[in-house]
């Protein structure tokens, strides 16, 4: 495996709250990092995610949620879960993704988690609210639990 592991964020930057998950993968760039962890940002979960996760050892993919309480941070084990494959363009979810690259490449990860944030506001803006601001270091500070014992990125991974 060539990643130890793999950070996969999405949400869109111009959504308000929808943009938390970039802003976390921002500070993972910027304040920590190992070669071998690679940090991604996509507007959306995408089939072609499922190669890289089939080269990870462990992947926690990073999204805002309009479910939970806003500023509320909240870190679930995922496992793989078959997807059906009207499913592949506009909804692909982390267990789809884990099935995914299990089915196509013969390997996912055993350990995954999901970190979602909770948001206030998801109308048209680039700036995040109050409550998801003051959620990210508590969304690092999750992720970095979860990365204990595995290294930790170094280097700019790939922001797209």
Known sequence: MQNRAL?????????????VAGEVAKALLVGFCDAETKVCCHLQWVPEMAEWISEAGLVIFVDASAELKPGEVRS??????????????HSMTPAGLL??????????????????????????????????????PVALDQVKAILSGVSVPREAGCWQ
Request: charged share 20%.
């Open 99 to 136: 099935a995914l690259a299990r089915q196509l490449y013969g390997n996912a990860p055993d350990t995954a988690y999901l970190v979602t944030i909770g948001g206030d506001s998801f109308a048209l803006s680039e700036e995040l609210s109050e409550v998801a601001r003051h959620a990210v």
């Open 76 to 89: 679930q084990e995922v496992k793989a879960r078959a997807i059906s494959p009207e499913a592949f363009t």
């Open 7 to 19: 950070i996969l964020t999405c949400g869109n930057p111009q959504r308000g709250d929808d943009g």
